[in-house]
């Protein structure tokens, strides 16, 4: 249905580079997760395995805890809110083309981060680390495979017009759209006419 999903590829570790990724990480059509330190290297607790899509930092990371405080702790649980923000933010300023690409949108946000994450262990993609760390600027890259939308056609459409008349004080506040062609449908939008008595 279009939805991005985004998961942990888990905390069983990693021995001899054996696939210990966990479900729903490990799907193919799920974006997988793996948990780095800060100093680029794969948590010893983070899984591995051939589903990993990208690494983002999961050790000490500072989150809230259930009394109200916040607390230091680690997991590849706090790797994917890092990625899943990263993928809203692309989302946001993609809506239009990803929308338009319906059950398709995934596949493109996947291959997206894939390919603009930093290389990190082994050259290419690995167990450990999947394609990398992915580059917060991704959010400000066109999505390759996705057609940029069509430039608007003719003047907004305008509906639920009303009129409405008030007593105003003796000056002048005009507002207006900077680029009116980028109102949308749903934009309320409203003309001022003022004439001082």
């Not at 899509?53 to 009394?67: I, P, S």
């Not at 405080?69 to 300023?93: D, K």
């Not at 338009?100 to 997206?112: F, I, R, S």
Request: neutral net charge.
């Amino acid at each position: 249905k279009g939805c991005i999903v985004i998961a942990a590829n888990g905390n069983s570790g990693c021995v001899d580079g054996q696939n210990s990724n966990n479900y729903p990480g490990a799907y193919e059509q799920v974006i997988s997760v793996a948990s780095i330190s800060k100093t680029l290297l794969a948590s010893s607790f983070s899984s591995c395995g051939p589903g990993i899509d990208v690494t983002c930092f999961g050790e000490v990371v500072y989150v809230a805890d259930n009394k109200g405080g916040y607390i230091r702790a680690s997991g590849s649980s706090f790797s994917s809110p890092e990625v899943a923000a990263m993928v809203s933010l692309i989302v946001t300023e993609r809506s239009a083309e990803l929308r338009a690409a319906g059950a398709g949108a995934q596949a493109l946000v996947q291959a997206h981060l894939r390919a603009n994450a930093s290389d990190l262990g082994p050259q290419g993609p690995d167990n450990r680390y999947g394609y990398g760390l992915p580059d917060a600027m991704i959010v400000a890259k066109p999505i390759s495979g996705v057609a940029p939308p069509p430039p608007p056609s003719g003047p907004p459409e305008f509906r639920n017009v009303r009129t409405l008349t008030m007593d105003l004080p003796p000056y002048v506040m005009i507002w207006r759209a900077a680029d009116q062609s980028t109102l949308r449908r749903d934009t309320i939008f409203m003309t001022v006419e003022y004439t001082s008595k």
